[in-house]
Nanobody, 123 residues
Framework: QVQLVESGGGLVQAGGSLRLSCAAS????????MVWFRQAPGKEREFVGA????????YYADSVKGRFTISRDNAKHTVYLQTNSLKPEDTAVYYC????????????????WGQGTQVTVSS
């Protein structure tokens, strides 16, 4: 069992930055791939970025590539999402999830989810 708690969201102007964190409980954190999804009102949950269990491989949606960076600290049981050059279209609730998915971008393949943290980008 893994419990995930996100933090770091907030209101920021376009062009600004936020660092999101997702703290995990349990001793099996390093056994899971970690991912960030986001969901805007009226839209489906969207893949943002993922980092493999070892932390050696990262993957990003085209919409955030070059602006967002995902990383993990297995010793601290925490995954991070550094968001730079934020745009109003990045406004959403951001969720972290843990699992061992066949497809990183498929939200149905993740077993554990956090409660989400709101990111609002004003123009």
């Amino acid at each position: 069992q893994v419990q995930l708690v996100e933090s770091g969201g907030g209101l920021v102007q376009a062009g600004g930055s936020l660092r999101l964190s997702c703290a995990a409980s349990g001793r099996t954190f390093s056994s899971y791939d970690m991912v960030w999804f986001r969901q805007a009102p009226g839209k489906e949950r969207e893949f943002v970025g993922a980092v493999r269990r070892s932390g050696g491989s990262t993957y990003y949606a085209d919409s955030v590539k070059g602006r967002f960076t995902i990383s993990r600290d297995n010793a601290k049981h925490t995954v991070y999402l550094q968001t730079n050059s934020l745009k109003p279209e990045d406004t959403a609730v951001y969720y972290c999830a843990a699992g061992v998915p066949a497809r990183l971008t498929n939200p149905r393949e993740y077993s554990y989810w956090g409660q989400g943290t709101q990111v609002t980008v004003s123009s």
